[in-house]
């Protein structure tokens, strides 16, 4: 009597499905990262508040509701993605915080603001970063806190 369920060779394809796309979402993650939180060089704005409405309004972060909360980073990028390899400390699960501090500006939600009027006030400092890395790639920005 022949075994039930599906033949094996049917089920390769499903597999080299599941991992090809488990490979791009990877991908898709950094890249999400780099849109959500690199700007550099900085965009130039007439100010800070003003920057931080453009920025969310570009990066796609206020299309279905306005982001509470966003931080930017003007530095390049290899910079940050040497966090994962040397320039981070571990600290817990693929965490890793930064050995020097990089330009910042964290955007806020104002009261009142909805999507297609989403109003940000902005926090400018400089400060050490934690990223979450998958691959030796950041993927993840802990929330950066700023007077």
Same mark, same amino acid.
């Given at each position: 009597?022949?075994?039930?369920? &599906? ?10 499905? %599941? ?6 979402? !990877? #991908?898709?993650?950094? !890249? ?7 700007? =550099? &060089?900085?965009?130039?704005?007439? *100010?800070?508040?003003?920057?931080? =409405? ?9 299309? +279905? %509701?306005?982001?509470?909360? =966003?931080?930017?980073?003007?530095? &390049?990028? =290899? ?7 040397? %320039? #981070? +400390? ?12 990089? *330009?910042? +500006?964290?955007?806020?939600?104002? $009261?009142?603001?909805?999507? #297609?009027?989403?109003?940000?006030? %902005?926090?400018? #400092? ?7 890395? !998958?691959?030796?790639? $950041?993927?993840?920005? !802990? &929330?950066?806190?700023? $007077?």
């Amino acid at each position: 009597m022949a075994p039930r369920g &599906p033949h094996p060779t049917f089920l390769l394809p499903l597999i080299l499905l %599941a991992v090809g796309l488990a490979q791009l979402s !990877e #991908g898709a993650s950094y !890249e999400k990262f780099v849109r959500q939180h690199v700007d =550099n &060089p900085k965009t130039i704005a007439r *100010d800070d508040q003003i920057y931080c =409405n453009l920025m969310m309004q570009r990066r796609g972060l206020t299309r +279905t %509701a306005c982001k509470p909360t =966003n931080t930017f980073i003007d530095t &390049p990028i =290899n910079q940050l993605r040497d966090i994962c390899k040397y %320039a #981070g +400390t571990p600290v817990g699960d693929k965490l890793y915080d930064s050995h020097w501090s990089f *330009d910042v +500006t964290v955007c806020r939600v104002l $009261p009142g603001s909805y999507p #297609g009027n989403c109003k940000y006030r %902005a926090a400018i #400092g400089n400060t050490r970063i934690r990223v979450g890395c !998958e691959d030796w790639l $950041p993927v993840h920005l !802990e &929330p950066t806190y700023l $007077p």
